[in-house]
């Protein structure tokens, strides 16, 4: 199956708006994220169910969710848990769409979409907007 790098992307930033904290009796953050099953993921942009679960189980694999996955009658689903630190600074990195068309545009040069030549080329991104808003480059 052909992984998605704009479904990957679009599964993060929904996940991260639609995730909240638990929140005890008393209404105090029990330091508990509420995890989010993969079913209550919308279908972006019309992909299948087959796109976005392959999405998480390549975002599990590569560090970037924290994430179980179980069968329920023959049906694979993911309780994912949270966004991880690596799966954030990710998210940081390619938030903007200047920054996420210039990692895909530089990854299409290199003739690589694998999720961990992204994040590189993504964290190249911003180093060279810091260093050009730094004046340095």
Not at 19 to 26: E, I, S
Not at 111 to 129: D, H, N, Y
Request: hydrophobic fraction near 40%; proline fraction near 1%.
């Amino acid at each position: 199956m052909k992984l998605n790098m704009d479904c990957i992307r679009e599964i993060l930033l929904w996940i991260e708006e639609n995730q909240k904290m638990d929140c005890g009796d008393d209404n105090s953050l029990n330091g508990n994220v509420r995890g989010i099953w993969s079913r209550a993921i919308p279908k972006f942009n019309g992909y299948a169910d087959d796109d976005i679960l392959y999405s998480i189980k390549q975002m599990v694999d590569g560090r970037l969710l924290d994430a179980s996955i179980h069968k329920d009658n023959n049906i694979s689903k993911y309780f994912i848990k949270d966004i991880t630190p690596a799966g954030h600074e990710f998210l940081e990195n390619i938030r903007s769409d200047n920054n996420w068309n210039k990692t895909k545009s530089v990854a299409s040069e290199v003739g690589s979409f694998a999720l961990s030549v992204l994040t590189k080329i993504a964290s190249s991104v911003i180093a060279e907007g810091i260093k050009k808003t730094m004046g340095l480059g």
